[in-house]
């Protein structure tokens, strides 16, 4: 049986790679020297160096493989990575197995959101639960639905994209296609786009509108009503289709949270009759930009 298993994260702007033992201990964390989008042979080279350090540093104890969390729509079946915005080069390159032969040992890809829902579940705010959803608040809205223990995947990998549910019908257009996407109100990117029309300032970041809203200006508070507002809504419709124990939000957007909170929970009570009835447990996050790094070492460990 093996001892630990290795986890990338590839979603921030470096990638971070750490060794975490079948019980959960984090035996050893590396960052990764160049910045993710330096290319894609830079990237791989890059993966399997942190892997390798961490490795050396455990020898003797038995490697159960190696879980890569990443952006993008990864197809499981064959390791490719279909779409990758912000990891160029990528596109239709059959990852897995490259990083495979270099490393000879199993390597499992999976969506960054999903690997942090599964991490969360298994060594954070998930623990002992079955069921859960995760929304990460960042630049987007990443999502990560957890059955029985398990990702959600659908037929391709490609369920949980929760960001990209409409929340307004006619509302802002989305680089997805779609139009009131929940991301364009509800993530640190919305929240400056937001500031920006309110004529707060250009190029506000999501933090300086939150110490804003703090400080009782009444435009910023608006903004943070729009947040939890839109969240309400997602997370209704959310609880109304699962009817699951547990709701997690994690990112840096939860910092503001008694900011948004009111306005998701005016929803969320309007919007769900679960939730008027038996409410389930709407929750922060507890691993904070560790819940990747868990999720993907868990993947090799799940079969192994
Ligand atoms: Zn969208």
């Not at 350090?53 to 020898?59: A, F, H, P, V, Y």
């Not at 915005?85 to 059959?94: I, M, Q």
């Not at 307004?168 to 989305?174: A, D, E, L, T």
């Not at 547990?246 to 840096?252: E, F, K, M, Q, T």
Request: glycine content about 16%.
């Amino acid at each position: 049986m093996a001892d630990y298993a290795i986890g990338v994260d590839l979603g921030g702007t470096n990638l971070r790679a750490a060794a975490i033992s079948r019980d959960g201990k984090m035996l050893g964390k590396v960052a990764g020297a160049i910045p993710v989008n330096g290319g894609r042979d830079a990237v791989i080279s890059d993966m399997v160096r942190s892997v390798e350090t961490l490795r050396d540093g455990l020898s003797g104890q038995n490697l159960a493989g190696v879980g890569v969390g990443m952006p993008g729509f990864i197809m499981l079946e064959s390791g490719v990575v279909s779409v990758a915005p912000n990891l160029p080069g990528f596109e239709n390159f059959a990852v897995r197995d490259a990083i495979e032969k270099r490393l000879g040992t199993t390597v499992i890809l999976e969506n960054d959101a999903n690997s942090a829902a599964l991490g969360e579940k298994w060594m954070g705010a998930g623990r002992g639960t079955g069921d859960l959803v995760l929304l990460t608040l960042g630049t987007g809205i990443g999502g990560g639905i957890i059955v029985n223990g398990r990702v959600l995947h659908g037929v391709l990998g490609m369920a949980g994209e929760l960001g990209h549910i409409t929340v307004s019908p006619n509302g802002y257009p989305c680089g997805c296609g779609n139009n009131g996407c929940v991301e364009k109100y509800a993530s640190a990117t919305a929240v400056s786009a937001m500031a920006q029309l309110l004529n707060l300032g250009q190029g506000l970041s999501s933090e300086e509108v939150f110490h804003l809203a703090k400080g009782g200006n009444e435009r910023a508070r608006l903004i943070f009503d729009t947040v939890g507002e839109a969240l309400g809504i997602l997370l209704g419709n959310l609880i109304n289709t699962f009817n699951f124990p547990l709701y997690l939000l994690g990112g840096g957007l939860t910092a503001a949270w008694e900011l948004f909170e009111p306005a998701m929970k005016k929803e969320l009570t309007h919007r769900s009759f679960i939730y008027r009835n038996n409410p389930p447990r709407v929750e922060r996050a507890a691993l904070g930009g560790d819940a990747g790094l868990y999720g993907a070492a868990r993947l090799p460990l799940e079969n192994n």
